[in-house]
């Protein structure tokens, strides 16, 4: 965790996260949330990701996210298809950053080749889905401007409602609405709007699990989007903490031999 995220932690929490400027609350909360997701180290973990048309057609794929905590940067991240066979092999590395632009590399098989994925581009919808390159990116806190809302009760649990605003270039979003419950710091539900400001996808999180006594995962994400009446559901299993991985584990070459 960087240096000054500690400092507007220390400053702002000392005031039990009551701080008068909204700008201020959004932030010191943003950090909190942060801080008690810091120190996993690495983790791997299979996904079954469902595609669903406006009609109720579904398409399943199935994957593999192996994520390296990286110290004073964002995460570095891998994911693997090994379903359906058309898209085997297939594999997006992502190196997430704090204030510099991301980098995302995806590899095709059918192709043999690695391609780049360009930094405007990273609203587009990665692989059909109605997730956008964006969204797996990790969400460091300089990525964004905060702004306290509200508190509000979802799903039983007290939360936190948040705006953050993209500080970055050539996002998809103008900004997004974030629930957090106040008992845990876990978000539980997303509302992202276009840059017209117009609602775009919501994003549910549910079955959150805890591992190492301390780090909370969700076992299904449900990404909805309003605007063509596409959804996608990621399921999470099998989670691994602290396996070893290294940066040697996460480079273009990693791509074209992942299997």
């Known amino acids: 965790m960087k240096t000054w995220i500690i400092a507007v932690s220390l400053t ?91 980098e995302q590399w995806l590899y095709l098989p059918a192709l043999k080749r690695v391609k780049r994925i360009a930094s405007k581009n990273k609203s587009g919808p990665f692989m059909g889905s109605e997730f956008a390159y964006e969204d797996l990116t990790s969400q460091e806190v300089e990525k964004y401007n905060y702004r306290y809302l509200r508190d509000e009760t979802i799903n039983g649990l007290d939360c936190f409602v948040i705006e953050r605003t993209p500080a970055y270039k050539h996002s998809g979003y103008s900004r997004m609405v974030v629930w957090l419950d106040k008992e845990h710091y876990r978000p539980q539900k997303i509302e992202f709007l276009d840059r017209k400001n117009e609602p775009l996808k919501t994003l549910t ?55």
């Open 12 to 102: 702002l929490l000392s005031g039990h996260l009551y701080a008068e400027a909204p700008e201020e609350k959004g932030l010191a909360i943003a950090v909190e949330a942060d801080r008690r997701d810091s120190g996993f180290g690495d983790f791997t973990a299979h996904m079954t990701m469902t595609l669903t048309n406006r009609q109720g057609e579904k398409s399943v794929r199935k994957l593999r996210v192996k994520t390296l905590e990286v110290e004073g940067d964002g995460d570095k991240s891998l994911s693997i298809f090994d379903e359906p066979r058309d898209i085997k092999g297939t594999a997006m590395l992502t190196f997430s950053h704090a204030l510099k632009p991301d």
């Open 205 to 259: 999180f549910e079955s959150y699990q805890q591992y190492l006594d301390k780090y909370w995962r969700a076992d299904r994400m449900l990404m909805q989007n309003h605007q063509t009446g596409k959804s996608t559901l990621l399921k999470w299993r099998d989670y691994r903490f602290r396996t070893g991985l290294s940066d040697r584990d996460f480079n273009k070459n990693t791509l074209k031999r992942a299997k």
